[in-house]
């Protein structure tokens, strides 16, 4: 009686840490971060680029620009964009201008955190400290699982 208790205990757990992975996946695709309409503040574009598709689980579409503000501040401004949802999203800048695929080197990169929105209008901030003088492209990295949603060469 004792062996079959066990057994249903390991099954019973496994069930458990099985569906609890399932669960954990469709919360991520299915709650996508969300959307914005904001107004983007006026300013001098430096460079702008189109997201591109590296696969059909990590993609993204929609125009970002490198943009010089009136207080000589800079942003990176979404418009129009559609990112594929995941965990753990991150907005860099980087000095490379292209990438072979998902696992590819990020290159030297200014990070400006967690990415606030997978859909929309919106604008993120670049510190005053950073430079941007070597900025080629702007990346949307998944930190848990260190590869690259999706990218932009600016130009």
């Known amino acids: 009686m004792k062996k079959i208790t066990k057994i249903i205990l390991i099954v019973t757990i496994s069930v458990i840490v099985i569906g609890s992975g399932i669960g954990i996946g469709i919360y991520f ?19 702008e680029g189109t997201f591109v598709e590296l ?46 695929g998902l696992y590819d080197d990020n290159g030297e990169i200014i990070d400006l955190g967690l990415l606030p929105y997978n859909k929309g209008r919106f604008s993120v901030d670049i510190p005053t ?6 900025v080629n492209s702007v990346l949307i990295w998944c930190l848990q699982f260190n590869v690259i949603f999706t990218y932009a060469q600016l130009q």
Do not use: M
């Open 55 to 100: 696969d059909s689980s990590h993609w993204g579409t929609g125009t970002v620009r490198l943009v010089k503000l009136a207080d000589e501040s800079h942003q990176i401004q979404f418009d129009n964009v559609e990112i594929a949802n995941g965990p753990d999203l991150y907005v860099y800048l980087s000095n490379k201008s292209s990438f072979t």
């Open 129 to 134: 400290s950073e430079s941007v003088l070597n």
């Open 29 to 47: 695709w299915l709650n996508p971060l969300g959307s914005a309409n904001e107004t983007l503040s006026p300013g001098t574009t430096i460079s």
